[in-house]
């Protein structure tokens, strides 16, 4: 078809689609801005309670009146993705104003509830253990709530078409609305969310942690978010503790699907999942690697060394974020392993950031192939295969589109911090971090850094959290409108 044909067969966005829905999304935010508000009428904090009432209630009176509005029966893919996009990018400004209560300004509050909404981790904050009750829950709230919504709302932006959804476990039944198999799945999905929350909270509790520092990390390792009350993260908790931190940042880069087949008899099939397999494959080699770099270079004794890697291995393969050493004390070989590791990511259906592993499983299945068919006969034909499944070309082709989108993205965004002076491996660390929604620092996210730094970083966490496509769809003119071709 040419692109002439193409141009005229676009469908733009419909407000009228959009309204009704960001409505009720907005109402739903009211009631999670509710819960900070509760803990800080609790801890006395006033300014901050006053501040969340007045969120409340702007929330409330614009999403009401917008929720009420006719819903139309069917919803387009770029509708799907414009009210996820839209959910991300608003809500951060909106939470900005109760987080700068604790002596931010609000450029330092906007940075905090960006990386927090989007499950990255990344803070200017020097230190967080004199702030507030309330604000060091709310971090930890907006990542949890973040991670639900991204996992939540995967069938309004995950690949179209029914072979992606088989390959993630998504059953859409044949021309059922979007919408309609959202609500259904993310209904199941808040059911899996709060089980494991709430037995997260339970083990962090049992192996001796406050109850307040255990629902932090809870809510932060779940989401793999990362965000800590503590200044030394998980070096300031007993092993056991940070090493539960780090099995539930684990279940959190799991595919949310298998807890479902999981709870209905299919056990078997988390563990046959291609991505779980991957990402306990990963994590271990990537600790192996870790554990001999900081053998060799940091003096650590072996018991140390893999206890260290382990922690950082799975925190950056998971992109939840937490470390027991400061990252800018590693040598190069460590930081680049763990650059790696951050830019592969979790799963696909999961809490975690990242390019996502079955993105990379199918590359590596399409090279295979491709080498494989330099010995075929040329009238041969084999059809990629991943865990089963057929590989149609529209999910081929999607995979390898994103993984050149985020490699495009991490380029262009490690330009300005080369101009600016810093440390090139530094650099593209925390450039990746924020892209692959990690969380890990090796000092360039802090108070002084340029405010347009800043902005790239935001942005990148915006970007790596949509997975761009998303970010690309809610900015495209050509999304917003119908282009009528004059007859010549």
């Not at 893999?306 to 470390?323: E, M, P």
């Amino acid at each position: 078809m040419s692109e002439k044909g193409i141009t005229t067969l676009q469908q733009p966005v419909r407000p009228a689609v959009l309204i009704p829905y960001l409505g009720q999304i907005g109402i739903a935010l009211a009631a999670l801005a509710s819960v900070p508000m509760g803990v800080a009428a609790v801890v006395g904090d006033g300014t901050a309670l006053w501040r969340y009432l007045a969120v409340v209630a702007a929330l409330l009176a614009v999403a009401i009146p917008m929720s009420r509005r006719p819903r139309p029966a069917d919803m387009q893919p770029n509708e799907g993705l414009v009210i996820t996009a839209t959910v991300f990018v608003l809500s951060p400004f909106v939470m900005a104003f109760p987080l700068s209560s604790s002596g931010l300004s609000y450029g330092q509050g906007l940075f905090e509830a960006v990386s927090a909404v989007t499950t990255t981790g990344l803070s200017t904050l020097s230190s967080v253990e004199g702030r507030p009750a309330s604000f060091l829950f709310a971090r930890a709230w907006m990542q949890w709530y973040g991670g639900l919504g991204i996992v939540a709302l995967l069938p309004l932006w995950i690949e179209p078409g029914p072979a992606a959804r088989r390959l993630l476990g998504l059953d859409q039944p044949e021309g059922e609305d979007p919408m309609t198999s959202a609500r259904f799945y993310a209904r199941r999905i808040l059911i899996a969310y709060l089980v494991l929350t709430s037995g997260g909270f339970l083990l962090l509790w049992l192996l001796g942690t406050p109850l307040f520092t255990a629902l932090v990390h809870t809510l932060a390792a779940v989401s793999t978010g990362g965000f800590s009350s503590l200044d030394a993260g998980l070096a300031a908790l007993n092993r056991p503790a940070a090493l539960g931190v780090v099995v539930l940042s684990v279940l959190g880069a799991v595919p949310f699907v298998a807890y479902l087949h999981g709870a209905h008899g299919g056990r078997r099939r988390l563990f046959r999942d291609p991505q779980v397999r991957a990402l306990l494959a990963a994590g271990l080699l990537g600790t192996a690697g870790l554990a001999w770099l900081l053998h060799r270079s940091q003096t650590l004794d072996w018991s140390a060394a893999v206890y260290h890697a382990g922690v950082l291995a799975f925190s950056a393969q998971t992109t939840s974020g937490f470390s027991t050493l400061d990252p800018g004390t590693l040598g190069a070989g460590a930081k680049y392993l763990l650059i790696l590791m951050m830019a592969s990511g979790g799963c696909l259906g999961s809490t975690a950031g990242g390019i996502k592993l079955i993105r990379l499983l199918i590359f590596f299945r399409l090279v295979q192939l491709l080498v494989q068919r330099t010995s075929l006969p040329r009238a041969a034909w084999v059809a990629p295969r991943l865990g089963g499944l057929e590989l149609d070309g529209d999910i081929s082709l999607r995979a390898l589109l994103l993984i050149l989108l985020f490699v495009v993205t991490i380029a262009l965004s490690w330009l300005p911090f080369l101009v600016a002076g810093w440390d090139p491996l530094d650099a593209l660390f925390e450039v990746v971090s924020a892209v692959a929604t990690t969380g890990l620092s090796v000092g360039v996210s802090q108070v002084g850094l340029a405010p347009a730094l800043q902005a790239i970083l935001c942005l990148d966490m915006w970007l790596g959290r949509l997975e761009i496509l998303a970010m690309l769809v809610l900015f495209s003119p050509a999304v917003w409108h119908h282009h009528r071709h004059r007859a010549t």
